[in-house]
Nanobody
Framework: QVQLIETGGGLVQAGGSLRLSCAAS????????MGWFRQAPGRERELVAA???????YSADSVKGRFTISRDNDKNTVFLQMNSLKPEDTAVYYC???????????????????WGQGTQVTVSS
């Protein structure tokens, strides 16, 4: 089993920045690609960004140029730097992964087995 703990959410004004962190524990040797998803009220959960173990990244069109995903493999932690935040970025943000997943498994939402509890991000206008 892998446990994921997200931190760093909060309330910020439009145009501001936040940095989310997701720390993995447990069977971390099986953690390869990781992703950040978000879910706003009344909407489906959507992929925001993903990163392979080697550092290859994917970002959704809605956040390109504003959000950056990165990771520290030594600390089993993935980050999401969010700049130029907009009210439409308001959502609960979740970290997710599986066992030995390639990047395309996260982007294709296949075999995702572990989810964090989520952290609320609220952007005021």
């Amino acid at each position: 089993q892998v446990q994921l703990i997200e931190t760093g959410g909060g309330l910020v004004q439009a145009g501001g920045s936040l940095r989310l962190s997701c720390a993995a524990s447990g069977r971390t040797f099986s953690v390869y690609a990781m992703g950040w998803f978000r879910q706003a009220p009344g909407r489906e959960r959507e992929l925001v960004a993903a990163i392979s173990r080697g550092g290859t990244t994917y970002s959704a069109d809605s956040v390109k140029g504003r959000f950056t995903i990165s990771r520290d493999n030594d600390k089993n932690t993935v980050f999401l730097q969010m700049n130029s935040l907009k009210p439409e970025d308001t959502a609960v943000y979740y970290c997710a992964t599986g066992d030995y997943l390639p990047l395309e498994a996260i982007t294709g939402r296949k075999q995702i087995r572990y989810w964090g509890q989520g952290t609320q991000v609220t952007v005021s206008s």
